[in-house]
């Protein structure tokens, strides 16, 4: 019954900034963590960030520093805020609903950095 729908993405030159927004709708899960990953071509999806309700944050080690996961629960939504960004940060970006023991991911946004 959720839906979540990814945005924010695009292309930017190293060193600059996105904000990614992921828009939850249908049924939501009070208490649910979410989270980022990634997907660059031919890799597996990669985990980026989680956010608690509670707003307890982790990061990958190769996003800490750069990036911000954040959420606005009024309007169901999650943020990733990318700065400092680098060529190997190019990915489609999903946005996760953890539903244990199952999730819902949203359809994922480009982002691409050029060097």
């Known amino acids: 019954q959720v839906q979540l729908e990814e945005s924010g993405g695009g292309l930017v030159q190293a060193g600059g900034s996105l904000r990614l927004s992921c828009v939850v709708s249908?049924?939501?899960?009070?208490?649910?963590?979410m989270g980022w990953y990634r997907q660059a071509p031919g890799k597996q999806r990669e985990w980026v960030a989680t956010?608690?309700?509670?707003?307890?944050?982790t990061y990958t080690d190769s996003v800490k520093g750069r990036f911000a996961i954040a959420r606005d629960n009024p309007k169901n939504t999650v943020y990733l805020q990318m700065n400092n960004l680098k060529p190997e940060d190019t990915a489609v970006y999903y946005c996760?609903?953890?539903?244990?023991?199952?999730?819902?991911w949203g359809q994922g946004t480009q982002v691409t950095v050029s060097s």
């Open positions: 996760v609903m953890y539903t244990s023991p199952s999730a819902t």
């Open positions: 249908g049924r939501i899960v009070s208490g649910a963590s």
């Open positions: 956010i608690t309700r509670s707003n307890s944050r």
